[in-house]
T-cell receptor, first 115, second 111 residues
Framework: DVKVTQSSRYLVKRTGEKVFLECVQD?????MFWYRQDPGLGLRLIYF???????EKGDIPEGYSVSREKKERFSLILESASTNQTSMYLC??????????????FGPGTRLTVL | KQEVTQIPAALSVPEGENLVLNCSFT??????LQWFRQDPGKGLTSLLL?????REQTSGRLNASLDKSSGRSTLYIAASQPGDSATYLC??????????FGKGITLSVRP
């Protein structure tokens, strides 16, 4: 079974802190994604990565950065946390498949609260 | 820009009922469509993936269909159970593997 793990289930941080959210997948997937999920807004893509050291902005990248130094690990960084970044953060991964399968598998999520 | 709609936002049914969850999308140029289940406070679990060349996929009591030309998909749940209570999301994938999600349908199955 594909397994995607996230470093924390719950996290509480203060405004202005630098926050690291870690995601690890064990299936040698090329693609990795970070989403946030908010009531009424659904899931929105923050950043994604097609390969090591490659990254592309999603729909809402402002206030975030990412790092992918190893294929299995994709980190989301909040440079200076703000209260409007309180949310559920979800990581996902998928195999690169030119035929279009690309099934995404999700981690359990990190509930981040910024005070 | 692709938009995915799921209506209604919430649904309550008695146990044992067969039910259909609907999903519509605006751009038919998709690579695949995926249905997910999400329990409160948890991540997403992939239920079914339908490639653009396929018409339907089945897994146990679940059957998903895809009509790409009309921009519609349905998730059929047979003989619903209280354990099926969750939020069901559909998402479509373009050529770059990015998913666009609907906002989900929260299903409650009453015993």
């Amino acid at each position: 079974d594909v397994k995607v793990t996230q470093s924390s289930r719950y996290l509480v941080k203060r405004t202005g802190e630098k926050v690291f959210l870690e995601c690890v997948q064990d299936m040698d997937h090329e693609n990795m994604f970070w989403y946030r999920q908010d009531p009424g807004l659904g899931l929105r893509l923050i950043y994604f990565s097609y390969d090591v050291k490659m990254k592309e902005k999603g729909d809402i990248p402002e206030g975030y950065s990412v790092s992918r130094e190893k294929k299995e690990r994709f980190s989301l960084i909040l440079e200076s946390a703000s209260t409007n970044q309180t949310s559920m953060y979800l990581c996902a991964s998928s195999l690169y498949d030119s035929s279009g399968v690309n099934e995404q598998f999700f981690g359990p999520g990190t509930r981040l609260t910024v005070l | 820009k692709q938009e995915v709609t799921q209506i209604p936002a919430a649904l309550s049914v008695p146990e044992g009922e067969n039910l259909v969850l609907n999903c519509s999308f605006t751009d038919s140029a998709i690579y695949n469509l995926q249905w997910f289940r999400q329990d409160p406070g948890k991540g997403l679990t992939s239920l079914l993936l339908i490639q653009s060349s396929q018409r339907e996929q089945t897994s146990g009591r679940l059957n998903a269909s895809l009509d790409k030309s009309s921009g519609r998909s349905t998730l059929y749940i047979a003989a619903s159970q209280p354990g099926d209570s969750a939020t069901y999301l559909c998402a479509v994938s373009g050529a770059n593997s990015k998913l666009t999600f609907g906002k989900g349908i929260t299903l409650s199955v009453r015993p």
